[in-house]
């Protein structure tokens, strides 16, 4: 069973950028979209971005253009570049399979991005 682990979160200013990254204890290659994930406080987890094993990426409107996932499968690492950061940015971020396709593995501990001045 593939374990993920997310890291790369802080505390940043509005407008400021983060690179998070999640590491797989196993073969990502294998699962075709995987997907960055957001929860926020009192809100349900929510898929802000994905991408297939060959490089094809898809976003929620509210990060389009700001956000860019990216992927190793090589290094089985997923990564999510965050511009322009919003204070509804605020969230714990989780990677993890995209669930339009795939049943979700295990959850990881996340990591908490929080955007504040």
């Known amino acids: 069973q593939v374990q993920l682990v997310e890291s790369g979160g802080g505390l940043v200013q509005p407008g400021g950028s983060l690179r998070l990254s999640c590491a797989a204890s196993?073969?990502?290659?294998?699962?075709?979209?995987m997907g960055w994930y957001r929860q926020a406080p009192g809100k349900q987890r929510e898929l802000v971005a994905a991408i297939t094993s060959g490089g094809s990426t898809n976003y929620a409107d509210s990060v389009k253009g700001r956000f860019t996932i990216s992927r190793d499968n090589a290094e089985n690492t997923l990564y999510l570049q965050m511009n322009s950061l919003k204070p509804e940015d605020t969230a714990v971020y989780y990677c993890n399979a995209d669930y339009r396709f795939i049943s979700p593995l295990d959850w990881g501990q996340g990591t908490q991005v929080t955007v504040s001045s």
């Open positions: 196993g073969s990502i290659f294998s699962i075709n979209v």
